[in-house]
């Protein structure tokens, strides 16, 4: 899963750069209140083509994940909601809803930061990619910038139980 080792390293530096560009925009939504997790789609030619946050809270809405809204935009740039030559980016392993839909949106390439034992529908609790009721498997590389992500959630949760704490206290 974790194919760092094919990488050439310009590649590498190129999603490195992409993905710190994630966890900015996740530090912009933790801010607000939602749960830091940034997603960003480029092209092939490497342009930006959505840049979003997770918004659940901001706009109570259970769908708005960074990932749901990011292709979104990208699917609104490019008329149309084929995103074959696209890659997304995102600092945490997607859920089943966003696995779904880098399914459906026939992303070819999918890079994200940290796993999530929880909810990570990439491999880490199921594979939904290589399910049965899969019909396209995206190329998959984990771990980039795995330790800003994962610290970068981490501290977003403590946080706010220090937070939830000194407001019950
Ligand atoms: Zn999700």
Redesign the pocket.
């Known amino acids: 899963m974790i194919e760092h080792k094919h990488l050439n390293y310009d590649s590498y530096l190129t999603h490195k750069y992409w993905m710190g560009r994630a966890i900015s925009l996740a530090n912009a939504a933790g801010n607000k209140g939602d749960v830091p997790v940034g997603a960003i789609i480029t092209n092939q030619s490497g342009d930006l083509l959505a840049a979003a946050t997770n918004q659940k809270e901001q706009n109570q809405d259970a769908t708005a ?4 809204l990011a292709i979104r935009q990208a699917s609104e740039k490019q008329q149309n909601w084929h995103l074959d030559d696209c890659t997304l980016y995102v600092t945490l392993e ?5 696995a779904g839909a880098i399914i459906q949106a026939r992303i070819s390439l999918l890079i994200y930061g940290a796993d999530d034992p929880k ?1 990570g529908a990439i491999y880490t609790v199921i594979n939904i990619p290589h399910s049965f009721a899969s019909n396209h498997r995206p190329q998959v590389i984990a771990g980039v910038e795995e330790d800003k992500c994962r610290k970068q959630l981490q501290e977003w949760f403590i946080r706010k139980r220090k937070l939830g704490k000194s407001r019950k206290g």
């Not at 994940?65 to 749901?68: K, L, R, S, V």
């Not at 997607?94 to 966003?98: A, D, I, V």
């Open positions: 994940h960074a990932e749901i997607p859920c089943p809803m966003c909810t």
